[in-house]
RNA sequence: CGGGCUGUAGCGCAGUUUGGUUAGCGCGCUUGCUUCGGGAGCAAGAGGUCGUCGGUUCGAAUCCGACCAGCCCGACCA
């Protein structure tokens, strides 16, 4: 592609309206243009980005012996009411009525077709299990978009479902699932890991996520110099032995403490001159029709999943009326001293005993002096809270680091949530109907290349791993009314294009500096810079974009040697 | 939905506090000449419902009111 010719259009300075780098970048190199709140125009030069990380996601798909389909985007209502998700689902789907005031919903997400599409073809056992994929725009209506392509409305996704008549063999697809995820984020060249996430400990269902690690990620996610990762909620927290509060045992049990106003964990310790890890907390949560009161550390978490998992249930945060029926007191006063006719469990960092300071159960009052093993009737010390960055590797016992990463994929053994909601069975080997066992696996393409950005990047712009970059060399003549520097690049063009190397080459009139700026800012991997200062001595310059010195070689052998790089290059991203 | 901020040329902004000639600057764009190893110089030029509607005033980008849109934080979602 001649530059000239091409629609690029690269912005000097950063626009106002975007905040994090690969949104500003995106703008800048001219992939990317904002229509509405979270909905882009996808440039010539993004689209061809976007493209090869689709092709990347496809191959890995094809190879785990998926097929491809496409599912449509307008999808009837009835589907998600079958399904249960047309009211479970919330504000976030998208719905409206055609003119002759049919329901539809544009799809977010597509379980509900392809388990409806599937049902009514597949009706033996004998003809699963089966993988189907699409690789479609979604629309999701998002609360607040932001960040460009990393939390937009409309973007491109992978999605993948699998079908089964067991969990053997639903187990079998996931790993290839699993592990073409992780052949796909070693191809697309960034740092990652894949995580368990929250939802797998609950029913027996198991659920990773694959995160980008960079500074702007939206989640936090734990890791270890050894290779573990985990997400907070779900990294299990072994205490070391017995630790102390900080104000040793008296006799004579709790003593109460007025503390009007005061709600937060924070303002207890501020009021009472504590630290926040010598007040505990005590938070209500239901599940089913049961409720349970769980302590932690005031500088501690509760993980929700992990309550979730010693529940064996979905569990919500107590409302107010709830509280105040359980405890007798008020939100924000709730204490474990004479609590009755609720479940009371506690974090295992708490069993290492000393006094500690928690609510009363009444207005503006906390008790102090509080020893939980004394005073409270705690029927059990599980992990109950949220790891963090001072709380040690559960695999190889070393500190743990706290990262952010952005989530581009996620794989999912749903079993037959799906299928025995919409009555979708197969006749098994016996004659009887049974629910499909369902696994689901998306993969988020337009956030996959934000993320590629955010990793790598520098203050000039992009820098591409070889195997998403939308060219794989730009051609720089620095100046375009010197005949000697011009026919030097056409003819490396032609010799490019003859090995079918994808070439831009910059034969705008622009000033030397602007090309090389505009060159670095849309990133592509290798630069081939023809100078008058080395075409004097018969040579142009390759250079890599990543690096900073260039290697001078004789025009005429600069296709060859360019082909060579980049050979080299993309064998490095080989899984 | 709550809190904060912002709407002036394609982009980035000044001007608004204290109303007053023809609304400015930088980048970009057009034409010409000169330049060319890190966003060139000179000259000439095009481009504006000052977010919208209403009000106050002899006079409004500027003051008042309502509305709309966008961005950030939070809540929500995952």
Not at 323 to 340: A, E, M, N, Q, R
Not at 408 to 424: D, E, P, Q, R, W
Request: net charge negative; charged share 30%; glycine share 8%.
């Amino acid at each position: 592609m001649r530059w000239s010719q091409a629609f690029i259009p690269t912005l000097k300075e950063d626009p106002a309206e975007a905040e994090v780098a690969s949104h500003k970048l995106m703008i800048r190199a001219g992939m990317l243009r904002k229509v509405a709140p979270g909905i882009h125009d996808y440039l010539p030069l993004g689209w061809r980005v976007i493209k090869r990380v689709e092709d990347i996601v496809r191959q890995e798909m094809d190879r785990t012996g998926a097929h491809e389909l496409l599912l449509p985007a307008n999808c009837p209502a009835e589907l998600w009411q079958k399904s249960g998700r047309y009211d479970a689902y919330g504000p976030e789907l998208l719905r409206y009525k055609d003119r002759s005031e049919h329901e539809l919903v544009f799809g977010p997400t597509h379980e509900e077709v392809i388990t409806d599409l599937v049902d009514r073809e597949i009706k033996s056992y004998r003809e699963l299990p089966v993988t189907l994929y699409q690789i479609q725009t979604k629309f999701r209506d998002e609360i607040r978009p932001r960040f460009g392509v990393l939390r937009a409305r409309e973007f491109c996704m992978k999605d993948a479902y699998s079908f089964h008549v067991s969990k053997k063999s639903l187990d079998a697809t996931y790993k290839l699932m699993y592990e073409a995820y992780h052949r796909i984020c070693q191809r697309c060249g960034v740092d990652y890991r894949s995580v368990q996430a929250a939802g797998g400990t609950i029913g027996g269902s198991f659920t990773e996520e694959f995160m980008v690690l960079t500074e702007r990620g939206e989640d936090s996610i734990l890791v270890c110099e050894c290779g573990f990762a985990g997400k907070p909620e779900m990294v299990a927290v072994k205490e070391a032995g017995t630790r102390d509060t900080g104000h040793g045992t008296r006799d004579g049990g709790p003593e109460e403490v007025a503390t009007p106003n005061v709600h937060t964990v924070e303002e207890v310790a501020a009021l009472l001159k504590l630290k926040p890890a010598q007040v505990v907390k005590t938070m209500l949560y239901t599940y089913g029709d049961q409720a349970i009161a769980v302590l932690v550390r005031g500088d501690h978490a509760v993980s929700e999943a992990k309550l979730a998992a010693y529940c064996q249930a979905e569990v919500t945060l107590a409302d107010e009326q709830t509280i105040k029926k359980i405890t007798g007191g008020p939100l924000g006063f709730s204490g474990p001293v004479g609590l009755k006719g609720v479940k009371l469990i506690a974090d295992s960092a708490l069993q290492a005993g000393g006094e500690v300071v928690t609510g009363a159960n009444k207005q503006d009052a906390h008790l102090k002096g509080v020893v939980l093993a004394r005073d409270a009737e705690v029927v059990a010390w599980e992990d109950l809270r949220e790891a963090a960055a001072a709380d040690t590797c559960p695999k190889c016992a070393k500190p743990l680091n706290e990262k952010r990463g952005i989530e581009v994929g996620h794989v999912f053994k749903l079993g037959i949530k799906y299928s025995k909601a919409m009555n979708a069975n197969f006749i098994d080997q016996s004659g009887k109907e049974q629910p499909y066992i369902m696994g689901c696996y998306g993969f988020g393409v337009t956030r996959m290349v934000a993320a590629i950005i955010e990793q790598l990047h520098d203050e000039d712009g992009i820098i591409w791993p070889a195997s998403v970059a939308p060219y794989q060399v730009v051609i720089s003549p620095l100046n375009m009314a010197k005949p000697a520097l011009k026919e030097a690049a056409e003819k490396i063009y032609q010799d490019l294009l003859a090995a079918g190397t994808e070439v831009l080459l910059d034969d705008r009139e622009l000033a030397t500096g602007a090309k090389l700026k505009d060159a670095d800012l849309i990133g592509i991997p290798l630069r081939v810079t023809i100078g008058e200062r080395s075409i004097k001595e018969g040579k142009v310059e390759l250079k890599l974009r990543r690096e900073k010195d260039a290697k001078l070689v004789a025009p005429d052998k600069a296709a060859e040697e360019a082909g060579k790089i980049l050979e080299e290059e993309r064998k490095k991203l080989e899984p």
